[in-house]
């Protein structure tokens, strides 16, 4: 089992950045597919960026040319840094892995998740 812990989350004015951050322990982390979601209130979970171990990406229409998703296997850690933020990022964002191969956008192809990291984004 692999365990995740989020951080870097915060409140920031539309048009900033932030960077968020996810520890991996417990079995060995290289094998894994990196991916984040978000949850707004009164939402569904929604994909928004995905790593492969090839570091092939995968992102959200949404978020595309404002995410960008990155890992290090050495230090088991992925990053999603978040620019350009919008009024509708606002959300708890969660950081998830795979035992699979590629950089998946359904949820359910994921089985580890992290406690969630709030981010708000006022206008």
């Known amino acids: 089992q692999v365990q995740l812990v989020e951080s870097g989350g915060g409140l920031v004015q539309a048009g900033g950045s932030l960077r968020l951050s996810c520890a991996a322990s417990?079995?060995?982390?290289?094998?894994?597919?990196m991916g984040w979601f978000r949850q707004a209130p009164g939402k569904e979970r929604e994909f928004v960026a995905a790593i492969a171990l090839s570091e092939h990406t995968n992102y959200a229409d949404s978020v595309k040319g404002r995410f960008t998703i990155t890992r290090d296997n050495i230090n088991n850690r992925v990053w999603l840094q978040m620019n350009s933020l919008k009024p509708e990022d606002t959300a708890v964002y969660y950081c998830?892995?795979?035992?699979?191969?590629?950089?998946?956008?359904?949820?359910?192809?994921?089985?580890?998740w992290g406690q969630g990291t709030q981010v708000t984004v006022s206008s």
């Open positions: 998830a892995s795979s035992y699979g191969s590629s950089p998946y956008a359904d949820a359910k192809d994921y089985d580890s």
């Open positions: 417990g079995r060995a982390f290289r094998p894994y597919v």
